[in-house]
Nanobody
Framework: QVQLVESGGGLVQPGGSLRPSCAASGFTLDNYAIGWFRQAPGKEREGVSCISSSDGSTYYADSVKGQFTISRDNAKNTVYLQMNSLKPEDTAVYYC?????????????????????WGQGTQVTVSS
């Protein structure tokens, strides 16, 4: 059974850091491009970042460039999202998702309907 499980969310003060993880079971992550998305209350789910398995290329939403870093550890079958300098507006449920292909789809990687498998999400709250 294909499954993605996020962990590592939590409550953090503004300016703090978190590193959510996305672990896979039932399939090998290094065959898939993996995206991170987030959804704040009352807002649409938006793409945050994507990492290809083919060449390790990465993509970021403009809102998180220089602040978030996506990485993967194929030996652990896990993808990470290092989030630094967190702001209250980063508060959301963060989801990871696997595309059917091994490369992020360049200019359209942030379209959620391109991703076949989703985790259940992990809550990130930035508040003092």
């Amino acid at each position: 059974q294909v499954q993605l499980v996020e962990s590592g969310g939590g409550l953090v003060q503004p300016g703090g850091s978190l590193r959510p993880s996305c672990a896979a079971s039932g399939f090998t992550l290094d065959n898939y491009a993996i995206g991170w998305f987030r959804q704040a209350p009352g807002k649409e789910r938006e793409g945050v970042s994507c990492i290809s398995s083919s060449d390790g290329s990465t993509y970021y939403a403009d809102s998180v460039k220089g602040q978030f870093t996506i990485s993967r550890d194929n030996a652990k079958n896990t993808v990470y999202l290092q989030m630094n300098s967190l702001k209250p507006e980063d508060t959301a449920v963060y989801y990871c998702a696997a595309d059917r292909g091994n490369a992020c789809r360049r200019s359209i990687w942030f379209i959620r309907y391109l991703y076949a498998y989703w985790g259940q999400g992990t809550q990130v709250t930035v508040s003092s």
